[in-house]
């Protein structure tokens, strides 16, 4: 396992990531998981005795259980709260009333203390705003995570699911006014969904964010249990739960790559797609989630594969996105300027 710095922090964080989004089980994210504690415990020795340090969830999984489930696997395994970055999230909705859900300060000081009371512990590592509030000023929301940055209830805050313009206006907000900036994107990345590249990885690049990858198998399309020709396994999420969208067509054309690859090197296709996230410069590290052992023993030997240029020319001709303006045309234009 290798470590990566979690953006201009300092901070160390394991390249896969294990994601809870199985943990737990109420309403909609029965679709997802539904695994009680002593399954959760399992997957969570698994994963840090294969040197994962980085935990990720969220207070809207599953309404709250997957933070209670999280930490508590951590007091029943005896584990070093010192020892994990444990990182959660906020804006989703968490009850019924017109102020439970959002970016709002009333939202967030409530939820924060939600949060480390399931998590039974006394700061987050990393706290990420979920996505996009639009009735809250940014900067309202960012004023708001500056004072538990200083508080010490968390340390570092990040963000998810946002457009580049959304990211780019926070960070110089938190810039020109001295506060807290988001360190993280937590994003949609992955073989079959590469439009990440377009805006947002340059921005990361230029100013210095981690990149938290989500559903890099593109919700199981690029598991192996998908072929051309083939059904899926049953049981699959995608056959009740079809998201992220995906291109099918293009991604069963990768699917065909990766599976002759597979042969080769003798390593699963998931173990490849999660492989090739692991050698793009801009990802920090790989959120990985499972409902059974072995898939996240499956899961854990991507760290192993490694590729050569030829292998990774390959997978990026046939996964490689249909050129846009501006993009083509700052390539066309900038190419005599470029370090």
Request: proline content about 3%.
């Given at each position: 396992?290798k470590?990566?710095?979690?953006?201009?922090?300092g901070?160390?964080?394991?390249?896969?990531?294990?994601?809870?989004?199985t943990?737990g089980?109420?309403?909609?994210?029965t679709?997802i998981g539904?695994?009680e504690q002593q399954?959760?415990?399992?997957?969570m020795?698994?994963?840090?005795?294969a040197?994962?340090n980085?935990?990720d969830?969220?207070?809207?999984?599953s309404i709250?259980l997957?933070?209670?489930?999280t930490?508590?696997?951590?007091?029943n395994?005896?584990?070093?709260?010192?020892?994990l970055?444990?990182?959660t999230?906020?804006?989703?909705k968490?009850?019924?009333?017109p102020?439970?859900?959002?970016l709002s300060?009333?939202?967030?000081?409530?939820?924060?203390d939600?949060?480390?009371?399931r998590?039974?512990?006394?700061?987050i590592?990393?706290?990420?705003i979920?996505?996009?509030?639009a009735?809250t000023p940014?900067e309202?929301t960012?004023?708001?995570l500056?004072?538990?940055?200083?508080s010490?209830?968390?340390?570092?805050i990040g963000a998810s699911?946002?457009?580049?313009w959304h990211l780019?206006?926070?960070l110089?907000?938190s810039?020109y006014m001295?506060?807290?900036?988001?360190?993280s994107?937590?994003a949609?990345?992955t073989?079959?969904?590469r439009d990440l590249?377009r805006?947002?990885?340059p921005?990361?690049?230029?100013q210095?964010v981690g990149l938290?990858v989500w559903s890099p198998?593109?919700g199981g399309?690029?598991?192996?249990?998908f072929?051309?020709t083939?059904?899926a396994e049953?049981?699959?999420?995608?056959t009740s739960?079809?998201f992220?969208?995906?291109?099918?067509?293009?991604a069963?054309?990768i699917?065909d790559?990766?599976?002759?690859m597979?042969?080769?090197k003798n390593?699963?296709v998931?173990q490849?797609?999660?492989?090739?996230?692991?050698?793009?410069k801009?990802?920090?590290t790989v959120?990985?989630g499972?409902?059974?052992?072995?898939?996240?023993?499956?899961n854990?030997?991507?760290?192993?594969?490694r590729?050569?240029p030829?292998d990774l020319?390959?997978?990026?001709?046939?996964?490689?996105?249909t050129?846009?303006?501006p993009a083509?045309m700052?390539?066309r234009q900038?190419?005599?300027?470029k370090a």
């Amino acid at each position: 396992m290798k470590y990566n710095l979690l953006g201009n922090t300092g901070l160390k964080v394991s390249e896969l990531c294990l994601g809870t989004m199985t943990f737990g089980g109420r309403g909609i994210w029965t679709a997802i998981g539904t695994l009680e504690q002593q399954a959760v415990d399992e997957l969570m020795k698994s994963a840090v005795d294969a040197g994962i340090n980085f935990i990720d969830t969220a207070n809207v999984y599953s309404i709250g259980l997957s933070e209670e489930l999280t930490g508590k696997s951590i007091r029943n395994l005896g584990l070093k709260r010192d020892d994990l970055v444990i990182a959660t999230k906020v804006r989703g909705k968490m009850g019924e009333g017109p102020n439970e859900v959002g970016l709002s300060r009333k939202h967030i000081l409530a939820q924060v203390d939600d949060s480390l009371r399931r998590l039974n512990t006394d700061y987050i590592d990393l706290y990420q705003i979920h996505g996009y509030d639009a009735l809250t000023p940014l900067e309202d929301t960012i004023d708001t995570l500056d004072t538990l940055v200083q508080s010490g209830k968390v340390r570092y805050i990040g963000a998810s699911n946002l457009a580049a313009w959304h990211l780019m206006k926070g960070l110089s907000y938190s810039h020109y006014m001295r506060k807290s900036k988001f360190v993280s994107l937590q994003a949609y990345y992955t073989l079959a969904g590469r439009d990440l590249e377009r805006e947002i990885i340059p921005l990361l690049h230029d100013q210095k964010v981690g990149l938290m990858v989500w559903s890099p198998l593109a919700g199981g399309f690029l598991s192996g249990k998908f072929t051309r020709t083939g059904e899926a396994e049953a049981g699959s999420r995608r056959t009740s739960f079809d998201f992220p969208p995906v291109n099918k067509e293009k991604a069963y054309d990768i699917i065909d790559v990766l599976q002759t690859m597979s042969k080769d090197k003798n390593a699963s296709v998931a173990q490849l797609a999660l492989a090739w996230l692991l050698h793009q410069k801009a990802v920090t590290t790989v959120i990985i989630g499972a409902k059974k052992p072995d898939q996240l023993s499956d899961n854990l030997k991507a760290v192993d594969v490694r590729f050569t240029p030829e292998d990774l020319q390959k997978l990026d001709e046939i996964s490689k996105l249909t050129p846009e303006y501006p993009a083509w045309m700052l390539e066309r234009q900038g190419a005599d300027r470029k370090a």
